[in-house]
């Protein structure tokens, strides 16, 4: 697990946290290369042209193979040291990625409305669970009216009570609290996770509920 847990005196609310972690290498989450189980899902959807949102997208390697798949993709994260290694990246877009520094509630009423898919991964359990209705009311506002959102939710092993980041993910709670504003189409566990992270994690498949 990711060896954050154990800075101490830094709030992980507060971007210091985050630029610490990028500082001395310390990004466990990072999986050096796009998530597996999203490769496949950009490969079997229609991505030219699509508004995409990733929030939290870290050193961006799933943002990168979006735009190449066509996507217009708006990447925001905390940090700016990772939004900088997307920029330097070689196959970095720079038509087709926005780049976004910013804490992901602050983003643009602007963003209301525009997307057709935002895909989560290591973001939403970046975030503490008494936030987490917050979230989900971003992902509603900023979906267009087809809009759907993609999650890879992990981990759903670790209680929401101990100590993160990450915090745990409940599954039947999460799906429950979003079914006040998402239509629930998918959820696949049989997935293609790295070997760390297999049965932690699990693939759902919502879209905007009016």
Known sequence: MWGFFFIKNMNHTHSAFWENLYDIGDIGWDLSGPTK???EIFNNLD???KKVFVPGCGNGHDVIELAK???EVYAVDFVEAPLLNIKTNPDFI???IHLIHSDIFE???NFNNQFDYVFEYTCYCAIDPKYR???RDLVYRILNKKGKFISLFFPILKPEIDDGPPFGVDLAKTLEMFKDKFNI???NQSINSIPKRAGNEVLVFMSKNG
Request: proline share 5%; no cysteine; hydrophobic share 40%.
């Open 185 to 187: 189409l998918e959820i």
């Open 133 to 135: 209705e917050k979230y």
């Open 69 to 71: 798949k066509g996507a």
């Open 37 to 39: 189980p999203f490769v």
């Open 107 to 109: 983003v643009s009423n």
């Open 94 to 96: 720079e038509n087709k």
């Open 47 to 49: 991505l030219l042209n």
